[in-house]
């Protein structure tokens, strides 16, 4: 007697949830489209709650968003594979899709020249020599995108930008800024620009190396910055509550402006300081034992001398850590003949170890990469 074959539409609805909450998050496209009946759960919060939980526990695999060199955005996940038997590690990269406008697969957003993450979201920044800056909001957990005008936009190309949120209301804001001196906060709760003043006494002397980004942690955004007359090295903050800067906060005693200063992110908890000092071979990483708009304490997490392992003009684009395992993976361009896109693993004892990014499939890898931890707010 041939048994009758159980369908998912027939099994208790307690079950299929259980089912798909255990769905890898790269595969939850196809999930939601199948049926109205499983896209269903996802409108459910304390679902998707669940589904998230899940997936962040189920793998070993980091989010990660990375420019590619054409200027389109990438979402990565980066495995980190440990040999336990010689104490060895090696680095796997999966592409997970790319960002698109509304989830036409035709349409996919180019000339990304800046990227933020803030609790799940990016913001992401396309320039165009021909036209004025263009800002997308983009929530890789739902796929969904929101364009962010400004038409009174007089400032050109030259601006910053920084992603935060307002943490007595979770608010998510905006702040586009031009010389310190001219800025504008967006708020996505009403969608709406103001005009902001700044303390003129706190940013004068302040400079801000020109490609780099801040990073967002706790709804606030950290920059390295320096003094034009002390040559002094210390951390400025955007306090997206009060929507003010902070006092300079110090970096770790004994360094000064002209030294490479990279920041980074532990989930978002703690902030990441690599230092190298200039055209050594030197590398320091710091984490926070405490981080606030005014207030900051650091602790060594690693010291590395790569020494002969990598050219001395290799140029550090980002970096990430693992605090279990006592790594961080440093992601990079060696200036040969031709630009080499590489990362190397290091760790306590003096442990090197070099991955040369290349190629992955038919796109050529850029090495900045950005950590993601996926949220379950939608982009209204």
Not at 32 to 57: E, L, M, Y
Not at 132 to 143: A, C, L
Not at 355 to 361: A, I, N, P, Q, S
């Amino acid at each position: 007697m041939r048994r009758r074959k159980r369908r998912m539409s027939n099994l208790p609805s307690e079950l299929v949830e259980e089912i798909i909450s255990r769905v890898q998050m790269k595969y939850m496209g196809i999930v939601r489209s199948t049926c109205k009946t499983w896209n269903s759960f996802f409108q459910d919060p304390s679902f998707v709650k669940k589904h998230i939980g899940q997936a962040a526990a189920s793998t070993r695999e980091r989010g990660f968003l990375m420019i590619t060199r054409d200027d389109r955005v990438q979402l990565i996940s980066v495995n980190l594979n440990e040999n336990h038997k010689n104490k060895d590690f090696d680095l796997s990269i999966n592409r997970k899709g790319a960002l698109r406008i509304g989830g036409i697969s035709d349409h996919v957003v180019y000339n990304i020249s800046q990227v933020f993450h803030c609790n799940g979201l990016w913001l992401c920044v396309s320039s165009n020599i021909r036209t004025r800056s263009r800002v997308v909001v983009w929530s890789p957990y739902w796929g969904n995108t929101r364009w962010i005008d400004d038409r009174k936009d007089d400032w050109g190309l030259v601006q910053r930008f920084a992603f935060g949120y307002d943490k007595s209301c979770g608010s998510y804001k905006i702040l586009k800024w031009f010389l310190f001196h001219h800025l504008k906060i967006f708020n996505l709760s009403n969608n709406s620009w103001k005009i902001h003043n700044v303390t003129l006494d706190l940013v004068d002397n302040i400079e801000i190396g020109y490609r780099q980004q801040g990073v967002s942690l706790k709804g606030n955004t950290y920059w390295h910055a320096g003094s034009y007359q002390s040559r002094d090295a210390f951390l400025l903050c955007f306090d997206f509550t009060r929507e003010k800067f902070g006092p300079r906060l110090p970096l770790p005693s004994g360094y000064k402006y002209e030294c490479e200063v990279y920041l980074s992110a532990v989930r978002e908890e703690k902030l990441l300081v690599l230092i190298r000092p200039w055209r050594t071979y030197d590398i320091k990483v710091w984490i926070t034992n405490k981080i606030e708009p005014d207030a900051v304490s650091w602790t060594n997490f690693l010291k590395v001398d790569i020494t002969p392992q990598v050219d001395i003009m290799f140029q550090i684009k980002s970096f990430f850590i693992d605090e279990e395992k006592k790594i961080a993976v440093v992601f990079g361009e060696i200036y040969n003949s031709q630009i080499c896109s590489i990362a190397f693993i290091i760790g306590e004892n003096g442990y090197f170890r070099r991955v040369d990014l290349g190629m992955f499939g038919n796109i050529q890898l850029h090495p900045f990469v950005y950590s993601y931890a996926p949220n379950s707010l939608q982009i209204k």
